[in-house]
């Protein structure tokens, strides 16, 4: 009698030999050894149909993979491990939806200057070129959606040409400035078995934005000869890893830096010379307006970092970007095109010969007319820098937002100095933006350069995977929590260390303020959530709701366990008044 069940067909003859399957190396070993040989360690990404063939080229490597729940979540953990790092995060996704899901988080890198090396997959090479040939997740010009998006685009098109790809794509990512690339590669290409020896290195040089010495040489005697110089410090400076040099500059002229909100840590925030980050408020604008010589380093002056495009400067402005499209882009300056390390060390040399501490300018002298708000006297920079900020909290203060203070205190006190936070765009990360001190370079990460719902929480998971056992701290409102709520499951998957803090107030609660303030009520801002606690309970995170009496204690609890957990602080935040508004 056979044994044969009629109802399970034979195994294809294709599968019949597994050791010869788990032996061949195909175009998607091609990527993996050339990201291993370019020093990547870790991967994150989301399988798709036509991307399997790199998926399964993973399992033969060293390559460490974390996998995300969704694309676009995928993408703001590899920009958060970008920043964290200063290097390059691989980014694997497939064809169509899925490398269509990545295009806010790169927008988000774009703007940020992560260094994001996103690789997708393409249909086979028979349906590329512009037909209509029917192929699942088929695009007539799949890299034409990258393109506005991103650095560059790469293409790879035979199993020869991905190694080479590989390292262009890289190194673009991470020249100066750094920021997001995208390269694509069929599928066929990747699945194609491929006879020549594993990738062993590939050389790769990051070429060096060094500025010029004339430019150097004329800021120097710019700033050595100011009465009242002040320095406005952007995200340049942190992505460079340039705060030594920021330092000593600021010290050698005596001079007050304010940092951008993506510049925070770039500049020690007790520092008697520090501005903080108060960049929406109408005396810090008229601070920097009322500079002899403003030194603006790593930052556009966009529309955040100029209280909205409100910023008029009267003295004479030295810019360093490492961005060229940067450079000039809003105000009129001495441009110099540099890495913001290598120019402010430039300069602080240069200003060191030419002038001793105390010995700038005329005395007793005040800059520009600002009055009270401006830098005050070259003597007293700091009483300057003190007075502003008093005037500052007195604003601040007259504006009952008790509670809110309240809140953004009680965070700060729970997240240990060693901790990073990841903030989401919501009320509470407004407040962070200003007033939240990072304590450290590079440890508060958030989505103000695009401005997309959904980064804290995925880009906190990036955070952790880069520096293992930090403490990392996730805030989100409601709204933006739902945007990557299946992310718990990775988070509890990798049993990875991130407290998400979830600021409940029913709704988009910054689109209710815009929109009552302009409109008079707010529309589709309010929203049906979940018991987040119970959710979060159901994935196997830990989670509690808390008050703005507990959130200290409940938040350093959450922060100072193992592995994942959630806190929920049901509250009804409100921003500070805008005075970019004002006549």
Request: hydrophobic letters at 45%; charged letters at 20%.
């Amino acid at each position: 009698m056979s044994t044969t069940n009629p109802a399970v067909p034979a195994v294809p003859a294709v599968l019949e030999a597994p050791e010869v399957t788990r032996e061949r190396r195909t175009g998607g070993d091609l990527v993996v050894e050339s990201l291993a040989a370019l020093g990547a360690r870790t991967v994150f990404g989301l399988p798709g149909q036509h991307a399997l063939g790199v998926f399964d080229a993973l399992r033969r490597s060293a390559l460490r993979y974390v996998g995300l729940r969704v694309e676009n979540n995928a993408g703001f953990a590899a920009d958060a491990y970008a920043r964290t790092t200063h290097g390059v995060a691989p980014l694997l996704v497939s064809t169509g939806p899925g490398a269509l899901m990545t295009l806010a988080a790169l927008q988000e890198a774009a703007a940020g200057s992560a260094a994001v090396l996103a690789i997708g997959s393409q249909v086979p090479l028979a349906g590329i070129g512009g037909g209509r040939h029917g192929y699942l997740h088929e695009l007539t010009d799949q890299s034409a959606s990258f393109r506005g998006v991103v650095k560059s685009v790469h293409t790879a098109r035979t199993a020869s040409q991905i190694p080479s790809a590989v390292a262009a794509a890289w190194t673009s990512a991470l020249s100066a400035p750094h920021g997001p690339v995208w390269l694509e590669i069929p599928q066929d290409v990747l699945l194609a078995p491929v006879d020549v020896p594993p990738v062993a290195g590939l050389d790769v040089r990051i070429p060096e934005l060094e500025p010029r010495a004339e430019l150097i040489a004329a800021a120097a005697d710019r700033l050595a000869g100011a009465r009242t110089p002040v320095i406005l410090a952007g995200g340049g400076v942190v992505r460079a890893g340039a705060e030594a040099e920021l330092l000593a500059l600021a010290e050698r002229l005596r001079a007050p830096v304010a940092t951008t909100f993506g510049g925070k840590g770039a500049f020690p925030w007790e520092h008697p010379l520090s501005l903080r980050s108060w960049l929406e408020d109408r005396h810090t604008t008229r601070f920097l307006e009322d500079a002899d010589t403003l030194l603006v380093v790593g930052s556009g002056l966009g529309e955040l970092s100029s209280n909205y495009h409100t910023f008029r400067p009267r003295g004479r402005v030295i810019q360093i970007e490492a961005d060229l499209g940067k450079l000039e882009s809003n105000h009129t300056a001495l441009g110099i095109h540099a890495d913001a390390r290598q120019a402010l060390g430039a300069l602080a040399a240069a200003v060191a010969e030419r002038v001793a501490v105390g010995e700038r300018g005329s005395t007793g002298s005040t800059a520009g007319d600002g009055g009270a708000d401006g830098p005050g006297t070259p003597d007293v920079p700091e009483a300057a820098v003190a007075g502003l900020l008093a005037r500052v909290r007195e604003r601040i203060d007259g504006q009952g937002l008790d509670l809110e203070q309240q809140v953004l205190a009680a965070v700060r006190e729970a997240l240990p100095d060693e901790g990073v936070s990841c903030w989401d765009m919501t009320i509470l990360a407004y407040w962070a933006w200003s007033a939240f001190d990072a304590r450290r370079p590079n440890a508060l990460h958030s989505a103000q350069g695009a401005g997309g719902l959904g980064y804290g929480f995925p880009a906190a998971l990036g955070v952790a995977v880069a520096e293992p056992g930090r403490p990392v701290l996730a805030v989100s409102g409601d709204g933006g929590a739902m945007y990557s709520i299946a992310e718990l499951a990775t988070a509890r998957q990798y049993d990875l260390p991130v407290t998400w803090l979830i600021v409940d107030d029913g709704g988009y609660g910054i689109l209710r303020e815009y929109m009552t303030d302009a409109f008079g009520q707010a529309t589709a801002t309010e929203l049906t959530r979940p018991d987040f606690v119970a959710l979060a309970e159901s994935f196997g995170v830990p989670a509690l709701r808390t008050s703005p009496e507990r959130l200290r204690t409940d938040l350093a609890a959450a922060l100072a366990s193992p592995g994942p957990s959630v806190v929920v602080l049901p509250a009804l935040l409100r921003m500070f008044a805008p005075t970019h508004l004002a006549p």
